[in-house]
């Protein structure tokens, strides 16, 4: 679906440079890429007054149980948002189990910043294994990225990148994207000031589920569960995983990352409130029964308490084909 396309930037004086669009892109004009119906959201029409209410009530209405995410992830947005001086771009790592949230979260925060969301020209999505899956082509994927990122906050500052799959991605690739997190003020005439960067991975979800099965153990409510109890433990066993492409990665050494945002595994409740959702989405009226009975075909762990889904809500959706 993605092609990269070359592109030149006279007014920057920089000449060309790579930028990533779709097939049907690649064969217009670059004229005609740029002159987007819908205008880059710059800090000056978009301020965390207009965002706030839209995440946070996307976040508490649709996302469900994860009181952790909802608060770093408002405070962080809107937060970065309304600074008008930001020192660097802001830089959110998003972890946790399977099917616990992380690319919804991502795409909520898109539709709260693009009209279009996260078909917006502004929002770049990409998936380690897809977008870079061979390892002897890391020089070649190093230039086109930073050639990508240059390209598209050349034309929009307010751009939102996400990587899913960083666990997976070459340690090389992830320190190619340090330049651009990091505190400079302009980088060859181009300020990324402006931009979001989010980063997905499941890296660190045994250490969070560790966490959550303590409080568990012990009486404690899921609320109860402080950012602190989990972020120490979190970044020293992502910085400590040597399967991680994050281990090494300077994005952690230099304090490139602003939040560590960790996902809680999902509860047998969590899923039959997804499974309600799907069943409202799809128009049909919710049946108990079905709740109970799809939500009863995950399968859930540790295995002696069966606590959490170990795909999450993740095949809600499939399994749901078969009663309707
Ligand atoms: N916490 C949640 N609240 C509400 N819906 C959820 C939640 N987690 C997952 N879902 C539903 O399940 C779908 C799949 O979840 P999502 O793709 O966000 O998982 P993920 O954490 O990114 O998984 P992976 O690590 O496998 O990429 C979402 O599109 C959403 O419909």
């Known amino acids: 679906l993605l092609n990269w396309r070359k592109i030149s930037f006279s007014a920057l004086g920089t000449g060309s440079m790579w930028q990533l669009v779709t097939k049907a892109e690649a064969l217009q004009p ?4 740029r002159r987007d119906p819908v205008a880059c959201p710059l800090s000056s029409l978009l301020t965390a007054r207009s965002l706030r209410p839209a995440l946070q009530e996307n976040l508490d209405k649709k996302l469900f ?40 979260v991502g795409r909520i925060v898109a539709e709260s910043i693009y009209k279009r969301g996260l078909r917006s020209k502004y929002v770049h999505q990409f998936v380690a294994t897809l977008h870079f899956p061979h390892a002897h082509s890391i020089n070649l994927y190093k230039d086109q990225l930073q050639s990508w ?21 070459h340690a090389g690739l992830i320190d190619s994207i340090k330049p651009f997190l990091d505190y400079y003020e302009l980088l060859d005439g181009v300020s990324y000031r402006q931009a979001i960067f989010i980063f997905l991975s499941n890296a660190g979800a045994e250490k969070i589920t560790e966490v959550a099965l303590d409080f568990w153990r012990n009486g404690r409510t899921r609320e109860d569960i402080q950012l602190t109890d989990i972020q120490n433990a979190l970044s020293v066993s992502v910085f400590n995983n040597k399967n991680s492409g994050f281990w090494h990665s300077t994005l952690i050494d230099r304090n490139l990352i602003d939040y560590f945002v960790p996902f809680l595994p999902l509860e047998y409740k969590h899923v039959k409130m997804c499974v309600k959702v799907e069943i409202e989405s799809r128009g049909y009226a919710v049946d108990e029964d079905i709740l109970t009975r799809i939500a009863n075909e995950m399968t859930y762990f540790p295995r002696e308490e069966r606590i959490y889904s170990d795909k999450g809500c993740k095949t809600v959706d499939a399994k749901l084909d078969y009663y309707f």
Not at 30 to 33: D, G, H
Not at 66 to 94: D, E, I, R, W, Y
Not at 156 to 168: G, H, T
Request: hydrophobic share 45%; net charge positive; aromatic share 8%.
């Open 30 to 33: 670059v004229s005609a890429i």
């Open 65 to 104: 149980g994860q009181h952790l995410v909802n608060k770093v992830v408002v405070k962080a947005v809107k937060g970065f948002l309304n600074n008008t001086n930001a020192k660097k771009p802001l830089a959110l790592s998003l972890h946790g189990w399977t099917g616990t949230g992380k690319n919804f």
């Open 149 to 169: 990122i240059r390209g598209n906050v050349s034309i929009c500052p307010r751009s939102l990148f996400i990587f899913d799959e960083m666990d997976k991605m």
